[in-house]
Nanobody, 122 residues
């Protein structure tokens, strides 16, 4: 069992920055990967970034094409918190951002946070 809580969302002007946090609790030692997803209003959920091997020394990081070069995912050494640093924000980044976790390479993203709203004004 893993519990996830996101924070750090808010209202920001285009070109600005925000840092999202995802605090994990429970059996985090079983976590294989953690990721950030977002759902813009009226659109489907999409992947933003993921980090595989959280808590190990061989992390693998992936980003969605729309955020490459602007967003950075990172974690604490204890695997208790995952961050998403968002720079050069655009209005199209406006969405509810969700933190998620999976327990092995063949697992679904079965654990989810409640989401945090990010709104970017033009």
């Amino acid at each position: 069992q893993v519990q996830l809580v996101e924070s750090g969302g808010g209202l920001v002007q285009a070109g600005g920055s925000l840092r999202l946090s995802c605090a994990a609790s429970g059996r985090t030692f079983n976590t294989y990967a953690m990721g950030w997803f977002r759902q813009p209003p009226g659109k489907e959920r999409e992947s933003v970034a993921s980090i595989i091997g959280t808590g190990h020394r061989r992390d693998s990081i992936e980003y969605g094409d729309s955020v490459k070069g602007r967003f950075t995912i990172s974690r604490t050494n204890t695997e208790s918190t995952v961050y998403l640093q968002m720079n050069s924000l655009k209005p199209e980044d406006t969405a509810v951002y969700y933190c998620a976790a999976k327990l092995d390479p063949f697992d679904v993203w079965k654990y989810w946070g409640q989401g945090t709203q990010v709104t970017v004004s033009s």
